[in-house]
């Protein structure tokens, strides 16, 4: 407030004085502006319209001195007459230069001029110029304005002579208009200009301009002053050429349509206006000075009083509380301080009486945050235990008897029906963990009985009956007052807490809450410890369990670490002294893993029966739990009581190891002492059954696994090798023998083939002597002989137990070759054995079945790769075949080719020298003869081209020329070419074509092709009867047909027709001449057009050949081949 | 003296078209049957234009026009190719055995003729 409100007043006061002096300011300038303009714009005005009067008058003036000499009868005035009164018009008015007299028919007659010589009588026609005919038309007329010299302006001015007059023409010279424009001054710069009726420049100041005959019709003002009404809308703010802004106005000469403008700069004009704003600005300095001095009286007189006001305020704030504020002003000022000091006489007296409250507040906070204290010891010492509740226990009564105004206290718990001091801090009597009866009429039963906080002030005077164990242990012990809180698990007491005193008196509301914070905080302990105890089973549990599973995952070929790992766990985790793992082998079990002290079962058998835990177990498929073994039945379980004796234990727990809901064995756990296992221990024991079965299921899988991959690799080997030897057999049963060689254990493997009555040894590999090559007659003495001819697989474990006279052979060749084991599997190739793959050892006994299901995969293989090589020769031979067909075809073609060209070309070279005249004249009939046979030579040069196109049809590469056809045009062409033909067979040629067939839309020439080639054949196999061509449409498509009364085709032989180089048999074809690929290409061509050609006939009955297409063929482009 | 063709063809009617439209238009004709006998009268005659057929027994007019473009003495008497080898490929054939011209078998004898003056002049 230093400052502040000093300052705040000067401010808003000399903001007020400059506020109302600025807008008065304005007000005043903005009216002196208006004033000033309109009064510049007035003289501006006046004097336009009086320059533009003037000229007016100027121009009257010399219209009305012409008016003198413009009368009618003035043309029929003499000569000289008439030149001495133009003289004399001269002299008396000096702006006129010129004067010509023109007749009524625009001749000249005289010209008289201060410049030239006088001109009488030239009669040069001057009716076509605007002066004649305008002054004829309106009795004046005013030219456009030019110069003379290029530096005097001038007018032509005509006047009519009336009647049938002429017109008498004067050039005026506008100096005078021009003085007039540039006398006119308008203040400093301004200025004034005349305009005519284009708006071009008349006359100004500067007469360079004018001389340019400079437009200023581009100006605004000017523009709008030439719009026929909107002279007096011409703007008053304009901008002249040079692009000042002034003030413009103009005023209208009627006589010439011309314009006055005057111009002043809007700068100069407004010069007044800037003389007031500068007067209104040193006014409104002066104002601000004065209303800053005034303003800084006022400020002061407000802010002393205020200043005092402040100090006083400070000096009882800062604890001075017997000072007054002093302030004699006489207004509302004094009124606050006064008010102020009643304030300070009433705070003097309550802080008197503050000091006891804040002591008595002190003392209680003091209290809670002993107890605070304590419950937060209480807490650390729950979080540094977590194990032992003990040192809680201990904490709490220790806490609850100092802060609860006891001498004693303790911690009692529940066990079942019991209770019993669990802690206790004080003198009175309670001894550490002796169970006493719970008993609700004492304080400690009834509040865990009820779980409700019991409090006896007066234990003395409670119910004789209700508190009678209360009252009884009160006069025992010496205590008068005790109260017990309750230690609440989810709603149910588990104990309680005990305060007792000697002297009589309630406990506070207080304390008795701060007792059962620390009943609560007891049983947190409790749980605390509780749920570590169960963390920590679970989790040495769990890495029981972990552990095993990493042994198993670290073991996947051997079982044997797994269950010993299982058997120290089970040790370990389920409460006994010794555990062990037994297996079942069918009808027996024995022990495979132990750990501990006791005899275990280890190697020896054991009959699977009921009299021992394991064998029941097994038996029932369920968990055995003896608890004491002396309780059970002696005779029932009679191995299991000799069992014990013999080992000395006394309890049994025993899991089965369970595959597939069958046990394959178990897991027994013994104990020296009786007694049951926890429900925990059982479920533990479950868990590792089930891990062992686990361990030993995947040593199973794995070893199976590896098996299968060894075999499948071999297989692949020798896929390997078939698919790399197309052509050979030999590397694949060289491959075969080694595989089967390595994975069999014999010392010998062998192939032989069978060929013809003789068996081959096609490959062989080991020890045992056998000539590759080898040839012996199929026969059923010796094992491949048998084989072959049984197609099974034969296997002989010992050759000294097979009959002597059956494998006579096989005996010889065992003795031979030093083998005494031996079996053999057939290559079967549907059913018949094309050979067998025999396996040999020296030692005698049984080969594996595996080894022999292996050998038999080995030998499919083997007959696949022979399969391979057998069609892979025949594939090539083939293909080599085609190749030679494809040759000969192509040779035939051109061949073909050749032969038919031959005699064409001494049929068209003939027929063409004999139609040109080179054998002499032919007659005219002779001559249409020449042509048929001409085109028809022709016709059929293209027909050997499209046999050649054959093989562009083949490969897909013909192209249909589409075009409009009609399907008569071309029966009737096909007719022409093929009636000779039936005419020379006897055949009746005849044509059936439907009415009002559409114009068809496809390749016409491949169309005709077609038909040609089906007549053709027709009349070819056709010997007696007729062939008839028939067409009609069918929907959107044309079907011609083409019925013969020929041999008819058999069915079999109707879809072979159409293939290439086809016909029904071949001595017809020898017999009928032709191609044999008619047909097929007429199929293609057909098929192109997205039709189908199709026969019916009967042997005996004659053919009918249609062809079905669209009317409007869209070509399919046949994909190659 | 009127210009020496030598027709080497081994059909009669096709000699005998080209005789008569030769004949007629003032050429003298000689003939040869097969290739071998065409290089001899080519020889023998030195014409003024050989037309030779290809397919023909003995020697075939590859041959014949091999030798004939051999011979020094031969080497400019222009040969055509009169062939009903049509198939594509037969002209670059003939060329390449050294023919000067082609005309595909059958022919039109006005289109022949005018192929013959306009070698012939």
Redesign the interface.
């Known amino acids: 407030m230093k400052r502040g409100l000093f300052l705040k007043y000067v401010i808003l006061f000399i903001a007020l004085v400059t506020g109302v002096l600025v807008l008065n300011a304005a007000l005043d300038l903005w009216f002196v502006y208006q004033d000033n303009r309109r009064a510049a714009i007035d003289v501006q005005r006046e004097k336009a319209e009086s320059a533009a009067q003037k000229i007016e008058s100027f121009v009257r003036e010399i219209e009305r001195q012409i008016g003198w000499v413009a009368y009618p009868q003035f043309d029929t005035l003499p000569a000289e007459q008439r030149r001495f009164d133009y003289v004399r018009l001269l002299r008396q008015v000096p702006a006129i230069t010129e004067l010509s007299q023109l007749d009524r028919e625009g001749r000249e007659q005289l010209k008289v001029s201060r410049l030239s010589m006088d001109v009488v009588g030239s009669n040069l026609d001057r009716s076509a110029e605007a002066a004649f005919k305008e002054a004829k038309a309106n009795k004046v007329y005013f030219g456009p304005v030019y110069f003379r010299k290029e530096s005097e302006p001038y007018l032509t001015m005509a006047v009519a002579h009336g009647g049938r007059g002429g017109v008498t023409v004067a050039e005026v010279n506008l100096k005078l208009a021009w003085d007039v424009v540039s006398q006119i001054k308008v203040g400093k710069d301004g200025y004034a200009y005349v305009v005519d009726q284009l708006g071009r420049l008349v006359a100004h100041p500067d007469i360079s301009l004018v001389l340019r005959g400079t437009d200023m019709s581009k100006l605004a003002q000017v523009a709008a002053a030439l719009q026929p009404q909107g002279g007096d809308e011409a703007p008053v703010d304009a901008m002249n050429r040079l692009g000042v802004k002034v003030l413009s106005a103009h005023a209208f000469i009627p006589a010439l349509n011309w314009l006055v403008f005057v111009e002043l700069p809007i700068a100069e004009a407004q010069q007044p206006v800037i003389d007031s704003a500068l007067r209104d600005l040193a006014l409104l300095v002066v104002g601000l000075l004065i209303a800053a001095i005034i303003a800084a009286l006022l400020a002061r007189r407000l802010v002393v009083p205020i200043r005092a006001l402040q100090e006083g305020a400070q000096r009882i704030g800062g604890g001075e509380l017997s000072h007054r504020i002093a302030i004699k002003t006489g207004d509302e000022l004094e009124a606050l301080a006064d008010q102020f000091n009643r304030s300070t006489e009433a705070l003097q007296e309550s802080y008197a009486t503050l000091e006891q409250r804040v002591e008595d507040r002190t003392a209680e906070l003091r209290e809670t945050l002993e107890q605070q204290t304590a419950t937060a010891e209480v807490l650390q010492v729950i979080s540094e235990s977590p194990t032992d509740v003990q040192p809680v226990l201990k904490a709490v009564v220790a806490a609850a008897r100092r802060l609860c105004g006891a001498e004693d206290a303790a911690i009692i718990l529940q066990q079942g029906d019991h209770v019993a001091f669990a802690a206790h801090d004080g003198p009175l009597g309670g001894e550490i963990g002796q169970l006493v009866e719970r008993d609700r009429t004492s304080v400690m039963g009834r509040s865990i009985t009820d779980g409700k906080t019991v409090h006896l002030p007066d234990v003395a005077a409670a119910d004789p009956v209700e508190f009678a164990r209360a009252r009884q242990l009160a006069e025992q012990m010496g205590f008068n007052a005790s109260v017990a809180a309750p230690m609440l698990r989810e709603g149910v007491a588990i104990g309680c807490v005990l305060l007792r005193k000697r002297a009589m008196g309630p406990y506070t509301s207080r304390q008795i809450e701060l007792l059962e914070t620390f009943a609560a905080q007891a049983v947190i302990a409790i749980e605390n410890v509780r749920l570590f105890t169960e963390l920590r089973e679970t989790l040495e549990q769990q890495t029981a369990t972990a552990d095993i599973l990493q042994v198993i995952s670290s073991s996947p070929t051997d079982v044997q670490p797994v269950l010993d790992a299982v058997v120290k766990a089970a040790v370990r985790f389920c409460g006994a002294i010794d555990a062990v793992i037994v297996m079942r082998q069918g009808e027996q079990w024995s022990g495979v893993a132990h750990e501990g002290p006791l005899h275990a079962p280890i190697g020896g058998a054991f009959p699977l029966n009921r009299e021992t835990a394991p064998g029941r177990a097994m038996i029932d498929c369920q968990t055995v739990h003896y608890p004491d073994i002396s309780a059970l039945d002696p005779v029932e379980h009679a191995s299991e009581h000799r069992n014990a004796k013999l080992m000395d234990f006394n309890a049994v727990l025993c899991a089965p190891l369970l595959r597939d809901d069958t046990a394959i064995g178990a897991i027994a756990l013994r104990r020296r002492d009786t007694g049951a296992f926890m429900p925990r221990q059982i479920g533990l024991l479950e868990s590792f059954a089930a891990q062992a079965v686990i361990a030993i299921q995947n040593v199973r899988l794995f070893t199976e696994l590896s098996e299968s991959l060894e075999q499948q690799t071999a297989t692949a080997d020798i896929l390997q090798v078939i698919s790399e030897s197309p052509t050979d057999v030999a590397p694949v049963l060289n491959a075969v023998v080694s595989a089967a060689l390595r994975f069999s254990g014999a010392e010998d493997a062998v192939i032989v083939l069978r060929e013809g009555d003789e068996t081959v040894v096609a490959a062989h590999e080991g020890t045992l002597s056998t000539p590759m090559g080898l040839r012996r007659p199929v026969e059923g003495g010796n094992i491949t002989g048998r084989v072959i001819f049984s197609g099974e697989t034969l296997h002989i474990p010992d050759i000294d137990q097979v009959d002597r006279a059956e494998f006579a052979g096989s005996i010889a060749l065992s003795r031979e070759h030093g083998w005494n084991a031996a079996f053999a599997v057939p290559m079967l190739r549907e059913g018949v054995a094309v050979g067998a793959i025999m396996l040999r050892k020296i030692a005698r006994g049984p080969f594996s079945p595996r080894h022999i299901e292996m050998a038999e995969t080995f030998a499919a293989q083997a007959v696949i790769a022979i399969e391979n090589v057998r069609l892979f020769t025949e594939i090539q031979e083939k293909s080599r075949q085609l190749e030679v067909a494809s040759q000969h075809k192509s040779q035939f073609?051109?061949n073909m080719?050749?032969?038919?060209?031959?005699?064409?070309?001494?049929?068209?070279?003939?027929t063409?020298?004999m139609s040109?005249g080179?054998?002499g004249d032919v007659p005219d009939k002779a001559q249409g003869v020449l042509e048929r046979v001409q085109s028809n030579?022709r016709h059929l040069?293209g027909l050997i081209n499209d046999v050649?196109d054959l093989s562009k049809i083949e490969a897909g590469q013909l192209v249909l020329a589409i075009e409009d056809y009609s399907v008569g045009d071309m029966v009737n062409t096909v007719m022409a070419a093929t009636e000779s033909l039936a005419r020379t067979k006897k055949l009746a040629l005849t044509a059936n074509i439907a009415s009002g067939l559409p114009t068809g839309h496809g390749d016409a020439r491949r169309l005709s092709q077609v038909l040609l080639n089906l007549v053709g054949n027709a009349i070819k196999f056709t010997d007696q009867g007729g062939v008839e061509i028939k067409a009609v449409t069918a929907g959107e498509r044309f079907e011609v047909s083409v019925i013969d009364s020929g041999p008819g085709i058999a069915p079999a032989d109707q879809a072979k027709i159409f293939e290439e180089f086809q016909q029904v048999d071949n001595t017809s074809t020898r017999k009928k001449g032709g191609t044999g690929l008619g047909l097929s290409i007429s199929r293609k061509i057909v098929e192109l057009h997205g039709g189908a050609i199709t026969v019916q006939s009967e042997v005996g009955k004659g053919s009918t050949f249609t062809v079905s297409i669209p009317v409007s063929a869209v070509p399919i482009k046949e994909a190659a081949q | 003296m009127s210009k020496k063709i030598l027709v080497i063809e081994d059909?009669e009617?096709?000699r005998?078209?080209l005789r008569?439209?030769l004949g007629?238009a003032g050429y003298d004709m000689i003939e040869a049957h097969d290739g071998a006998e065409g290089v001899a009268q080519a020889a023998e005659h030195k014409p003024d234009l050989i037309l030779m057929d290809i397919?023909m027994p003995v020697m075939d007019g590859y041959e014949a026009t091999r030798r004939i473009k051999a011979n020094p003495d031969l080497k400019a008497i222009p040969v055509i190719a009169v062939t009903?080898?049509?198939?594509s490929g037969d002209e670059d054939k003939a060329r390449a055995a050294g023919c000067d011209g082609y005309i595909?078998?059958?022919?039109?004898?006005?289109q022949m003729l005018a192929k013959v003056r306009e070698i012939l002049g």
Request: charged fraction near 20%; charge should be negative.
């Open positions: 073609l051109a080719s050749h032969e038919l060209r031959t005699p064409l070309n001494a049929i068209i070279g003939y063409e020298m040109d080179l054998y030579g040069l050649l | 059909t009617d096709n005998q078209i008569d439209l007629m397919q009903s080898y049509a198939l595909a078998k059958p022919y039109s004898p006005r």
